[in-house]
C-alpha cells in the first residue's frame, strides 16, 4: 500500500488544488478566534478586526474572525465527499475587551455554520487539557458570587456532510481491514477524553514566531480520529496544517493527506518528525497490539472466552467485524515535489517489539499512547 502527503503553503480560502468531492475526512484545528495568541495572524487577514479590538468592540471582532474562518468552510464543504465527516478541535476564549470579561463561544459559532451549510453535527467529544495551574477558578478569589471557571476542555465537533453516511460496497475489503478493536471503540468512541496530554508542542531552534504560533493538537487526538472516521486510502484534509500534526497521524493510519499552510517555515519542522516516522508508526502499532493482548488477557482472568479469532494474528477478538482486522506499518518514506510519498506493509506479530523502549520514536509515542 502506498499513500500521498501534500502540502500547500497558502491560505486555505482557497483550496484550488483540490477537486470537487476530492476528500473524505477533514481532521483540522483552526486558529481561536479571540485567543491573543491568534490576533495578528487575523488582523493580516483583515484589518478591521484590530481596528474593532482597539476600539473594545470584543464581538464584533469575534465575528469578523469567524468570517475568516467561514472562508475555509466554504471550502470544506465543497471538497468533501457526501458522507464524509469534518471533525474541528476548537476551544473557546476568555478575554477581558473594554472592562467585560465574557466567554467567546468559538465551538457554537462553528457549529452554527457548519449546520447551515448542510452538515449534520453529530455528538461532539470533549478532551480534558491538564493544567499546570493550581487555581481551578478566577475573578474574586474566595469570595463568592464573582468567580469564574477556568477552561479545561476543547471540543471536537464532528460534522457528516449531508444526511447519509458514506456508501460501501457489500464486503468491501478495506472497510473490514480498517476496522479497530472492540476495547478501543469503547475508549474512542467515548465523549469525554481524558489523559491526552494537550502541552504546547516544543520546537528545538525555531523562531519566536514558529515557537509562538505552536500550539498543535497531540498525536493520538489526530489519530483517534483518522482511525474513527476513514478507511485505508481514504484522503484526510487539514486546512490549518501548522507543524503537521494531522499528516504525521494520516501516515502512521496508512490513510493520504493534503495540509496548507499560511507559513512556509513550519515544513522544515514537519521534515524532522518525518524522518522518525517509521520508529513512530512501528511503535504505534506494536502498542495498540500490547494493550489487546492485554485486554485479552484481563477478560479470560475474569472468566469471559472469545467467540472469534482474527484472521490475521494469533488472538481472539471480542466481535465477528474484528477478524479481518489488518494493521500496517511504514517501510519507505521518499519526498516527492510537493510532500511525500510512503511505502506501508502489513503488520505482522513476529514484528512485534517493546514499544516504550529503542528509538526517539518509540519513546515519544509512550508519552502520547500510554
Known amino acids: 500500500m502506498e499513500t500521498a502527503h501534500d502540502v500547500f503553503i497558502g491560505n486555505s480560502n482557497s483550496l484550488s488544488e483540490i477537486d470537487d468531492d476530492g476528500v473524505e475526512l477533514v481532521v483540522t484545528s483552526p486558529p481561536y478566534p479571540m485567543i491573543e495568541m491568534w490576533d495578528g495572524l487575523f488582523a493580516s487577514l483583515n484589518s478591521d478586526i484590530d481596528t474593532a479590538l482597539d476600539e473594545g468592540e470584543g464581538r464584533k471582532a469575534f465575528e469578523l474572525m469567524h468570517e475568516e474562518l467561514n472562508k475555509t468552510w466554504d471550502e470544506v464543504n465543497?471538497?468533501?465527499?457526501?458522507?464524509?465527516?469534518?471533525?474541528?478541535?476548537?476551544?473557546?476564549?476568555?478575554?477581558?475587551?473594554?472592562?467585560?470579561?465574557?466567554?467567546?463561544?468559538?465551538?457554537?459559532?462553528?457549529?452554527?455554520?457548519?449546520?447551515n451549510l448542510g452538515f449534520e453535527p453529530l455528538p461532539d467529544i470533549l478532551w480534558r487539557k491538564p493544567t499546570n495551574s493550581a487555581a481551578k477558578f478566577m475573578g474574586?478569589?474566595?469570595?463568592?458570587?464573582?468567580?469564574?471557571?477556568?477552561?479545561?476542555?476543547?471540543?471536537?465537533?464532528?460534522?457528516?456532510?449531508?444526511?447519509?453516511?458514506?456508501?460501501?460496497?457489500?464486503?468491501?475489503?478495506?472497510?473490514?481491514?480498517?476496522?479497530?478493536?472492540?476495547?478501543?471503540?469503547?475508549?474512542?468512541?467515548?465523549?469525554?477524553?481524558e489523559g491526552i496530554k494537550g502541552t504546547f508542542q516544543e520546537i528545538e531552534n525555531a523562531d519566536k514566531e514558529?515557537?509562538?504560533?505552536?500550539?498543535?493538537?497531540?498525536?493520538?487526538?489526530?489519530?483517534?480520529?483518522i482511525n474513527m472516521y476513514s478507511v485505508y486510502g481514504d484522503t484526510v484534509l487539514d486546512p490549518f496544517w501548522g507543524t503537521g500534526t494531522t499528516s504525521l497521524a494520516s501516515m502512521i493510519a496508512g490513510r493520504n493527506s493534503v495540509g496548507y499552510e499560511i507559513q512556509e517555515k513550519f515544513t522544515e519542522v514537519f521534515d524532522a518528525e518525518v524522518s522518525e516516522v517509521k520508529d513512530l508508526a512501528h511503535a504505534t502499532v506494536s502498542k495498540r497490539i500490547q494493550r489487546h493482548e492485554e485486554f485479552?488477557?484481563?477478560?479470560?482472568?475474569?472468566?469471559?472466552?472469545?467467540?472469534?479469532?482474527?484472521?490475521?494474528?494469533?488472538?481472539?477478538?471480542?466481535?465477528?467485524?474484528?477478524?479481518?482486522?489488518?494493521?500496517?506499518?511504514?517501510?519507505?518514506?521518499?519526498?516527492t515535489e510537493t510532500g511525500y510519498s510512503i511505502t506501508h506493509s502489513a503488520?505482522?506479530?513476529?514484528?512485534?517489539?517493546?514499544?516504550?523502549?529503542?528509538?526517539?520514536?518509540?519513546?515519544?509515542?509512550?508519552?502520547?499512547f500510554q
Not at 141 to 151: D, E, Q
Not at 167 to 178: A, I, L
Not at 213 to 218: D, E, F, K, T, V
Open 78 to 115: 465543497r471538497v468533501l465527499v457526501d458522507g464524509g465527516i469534518a471533525c474541528i478541535n476548537i476551544g473557546d476564549a476568555t478575554r477581558k475587551v473594554d472592562d467585560s470579561f465574557r466567554v467567546y463561544q468559538n465551538h457554537a459559532h462553528i457549529t452554527e455554520y457548519f449546520d
Open 140 to 193: 474574586s478569589g474566595m469570595m463568592p458570587p464573582n468567580a469564574y471557571a477556568t477552561l479545561e476542555h476543547e471540543y471536537l465537533l464532528i460534522f457528516r456532510n449531508g444526511k447519509q453516511s458514506r456508501k460501501f460496497p457489500s464486503g468491501n475489503d478495506v472497510r473490514y481491514e480498517s476496522a479497530y478493536f472492540w476495547e478501543e471503540r469503547n475508549e474512542w468512541f467515548s465523549d469525554v477524553w
Open 210 to 225: 514558529l515557537r509562538d504560533r505552536s500550539a498543535a493538537y497531540p498525536l493520538e487526538v489526530p489519530y483517534r480520529l
Open 296 to 335: 485479552v488477557e484481563q477478560r479470560l482472568e475474569d472468566g469471559k472466552d472469545f467467540k472469534y479469532d482474527a484472521e490475521n494474528y494469533d488472538f481472539p477478538v471480542t466481535t465477528k467485524q474484528e477478524k479481518p482486522l489488518q494493521l500496517y506499518t511504514i517501510d519507505g518514506v521518499e519526498q
Open 347 to 368: 503488520y505482522n506479530e513476529s514484528d512485534s517489539i517493546n514499544p516504550d523502549s529503542g528509538t526517539q520514536g518509540q519513546a515519544t509515542l509512550g508519552s502520547q
